[in-house]
């Protein structure tokens, strides 16, 4: 296949990565962009250009005319969103631009990503789902508090588990206050263990999938990964991604017991599971529709081993604070950690390895300036949540 020129945003998150070094060792000419001016791809060795570019969360029309500019002047052909500037990107692709995008159109994003929306669209084509209510009002959450029942509070757009509220107490909801422009939801608890996803589809197709339990996070964002080969996982999202007629990346988080698939919610984008397929994955087998699956017994699946991958600079960390407050037991962090394959860590590739210890400082003192999470500073210029 001719190599493509392809642009890959969302820089800082460790799946952009992930992407340069399948499309850079695929031959491909890789470009990489992000709104932040230091993040974590900008430093490997296969990437051929940088960009940093205006939020757009905050400053769309400015993004929207420095993203034209790249495009037009580098001739792009691919555009792989990786983080949520996905949603962004998708309402600047519904004009025809000069290069391709692997997403999907903004209109089926949102039906994805919206966590009333998407359980309750599921619901009535009959798949297994947790009762879900809307919240546009302090009265609404008042209403499903005094019902005494189980249930999670989440904003309608939000991720990572950001702004979470698993059981609350009354003294945690006062916190809340619904509209119907911010809605939240009301969502039942379903015990059980949970697992997150990703996958590649085409026109409902699946082509590439993994799964993995949710153990160590950061937030509630997995940091420790291993692929668990679920068969009733995979036949599940099979299912969904048939009947959305799905093309791109897409993530979802669910529980699964006794081969019973429960969703919580969808990640209409890539998700950390793309570290899983190792090898297997090619631009190229993904653009000639070429179903290769880790699940599949086809001679194509190249990289079935089930060790385990983290991000072992956040697992030693965190995963450590953890153990230290009896969240994690310390025989499985230790072992979690020597076990584990690190995914920044590349002999051939490692700037990326060295440049991570910077940006941990660099975040660490915006934390303490700003008073935010990890998580909030990771994402608030590209979040969405229905602003404009």
Known sequence: MIPKRILVSGGRAPVALEWVRILGKEGHIVYVGDSGHFFLSQVSRYVEKTFSWPSPRWHYSDFCHCFKKILEEHKIDWVIPTCEEIFYLGQLFQDKLSAQFFGERLCVLLRLHHKYNFIDELNKQGFLTPDTQILNSREDLERTFSLKESLIYKPVFSRFGNYTLICPALKELQKISPTPK?????????????????????????LYHVDYPIEFTVGKASILFENTENQ??????????????????IGFDLVCRENQVIPLECNPRATSGLHLLGNELTFSSVLEKIPCSLNSKSKNSKSKSKQSKSIKLALFFYGGLGVLRGKYSWKKWKKSLWNSKDIIFSWDDLRPFIYQVGLAIYYFVKIIYLRKSIMDLTVDDIAWNNEN
């Open 232 to 249: 009733a996982i995979r036949d599940w999202v099979s299912q969904v991604t048939r009947y959305y007629n799905f093309s791109g990346q």
């Open 182 to 206: 911010f809605p939240w939801v009301a969502q039942e608890y379903i015990a059980g263990p949970v697992f997150s996803t990703f996958s590649i589809a085409h026109e409902g197709k699946l």
